[in-house]
């Protein structure tokens, strides 16, 4: 199902210029386009995300261009989490839907450069209490979303010594140097603390006002049913805007990237799933399912690594619906 849409993204992107440089190659995921009459309101109901075709769901049997896994996850029980994007040819990409099932969607509009996200899952044994290991996804079950709006790729994760030689300065502040030109979060529920990892943690920041409107939204859109440590099912939706080149400290000398149709992407998405460990791996039972095929842990760190996706244009089966708001949709339910 998913292999047609990527197929045909393929097709549609032969009239739009050189082929790009994502993973896996031949691969554009689509993007849905809300109209601005009809915006999901972020509550956690996904009943307005029913008119999204399944072809722009993603799940773990998603399968690229070429019909080979588009999700593949790091075997974490050796070398340590680190090691699991060091080295290559340890992966897999069996899912036991006992244990996670996840369905996951993304959408834009051209009015607000927003990309809104929703998704479904059931996860056997839920995490969210954000303790520090195992170091799986900061300890709790989530979905990370890598964004580098601009398709300029490159790295952007440094380290304490990136900066020193050329900047000596710099090295003692290389945390404010990542993040710059591509955006990496966790997105977790319910939201823990109050500070900038409670709900929207962007690890690779030093930034504080990311969180919040007008940059993102939402914390309590979402619908839990379990709690932590219990098997559960969560259903959840928010929005978030990004930046060609973000300042931490100010939002306003960020520069906003602005969205238009046909527009190609790099994003990465990441579903957590952590599982109870042993005393002697915290990790064991846990997993990190990255797009991008075999390639797809490096984009935790590299944007030249992400999956290209397509910003699509309003599609037909508006055709003939009236575009009420969401909102009155739902008022008209309500008895």
């Known amino acids: 199902m998913i292999l047609r849409a990527t197929l045909s993204m393929t097709i549609l992107l032969q009239g739009l210029g ?14 849905w386009q809300w109209p601005v009459e009809a915006l999901p309101v972020m509550d956690g109901d996904l009943s307005e995300w029913e008119v999204v075709p399944d072809s722009l769901w993603l799940d773990l049997n998603t399968l ?21 994007y060091l080295e290559t040819g340890r992966y897999g990409t069996e899912a036991d839907p006992a244990d996670l099932t996840m369905r996951f969607a993304v959408g834009w509009n051209d009015d607000t450069d927003r990309l809104y996200f ?43 010594d990136d900066f020193c030689e050329s900047e000596p300065k710099a090295c003692f502040y290389y945390y404010r140097q990542s993040g710059r030109y591509a955006q990496s979060a966790l997105i977790r529920f319910p939201p823990v603390g109050d500070d900038r990892d409670a ?23 979402y619908t839990l049913v379990g709690e ?12 978030t805007r990004y930046y060609n080149y973000l300042a931490h400290d100010y939002p306003e000398e960020s520069e906003l990237a602005e969205l238009s149709e046909g527009q190609i992407i790099g994003m990465g998405i ?25 390639g797809s842990p490096a984009w935790i760190t590299d944007s030249d690594y992400l999956s290209d996706w397509i910003l699509l244009p309003v599609s037909e089966l508006w055709t003939g619906i009236e575009r009420t708001s969401w909102g009155q949709v739902k008022a008209s339910f309500t008895p």
């Open 199 to 221: 709900w929207h943690w962007m690890w690779a920041s030093s930034a504080t006002w990311h969180d919040k409107e007008p940059y993102s939204c939402c914390p309590d859109s």
């Open 64 to 84: 690229d261009a070429d019909g080979n896994p588009l999700f593949w996850a790091p075997d974490l029980g050796e070398g340590g989490y680190l090691g699991a």
């Open 118 to 160: 929703a998704q479904q899952r059931f996860d056997d044994v839920y995490d969210r209490d954000r303790r520090e290991l195992p170091p799986t996804c900061g300890g709790d079950d989530a979905v990370e979303v890598h964004v580098d709006a601009d398709h300029s790729g490159g790295f952007f994760y440094f380290r304490g």
């Open 228 to 239: 932590h440590g219990t098997q559960a099912t969560l259903t959840a939706e928010w929005w």
């Open 270 to 294: 990441a579903f957590c799933d952590v599982d109870p460990g042993t005393s002697d791996d915290a990790d064991a039972g846990s997993a990190h399912w990255l797009t991008g095929g075999t």
């Open 18 to 31: 050189p082929a790009q440089a994502h993973v896996p190659a031949g691969t554009v995921l689509g993007i």
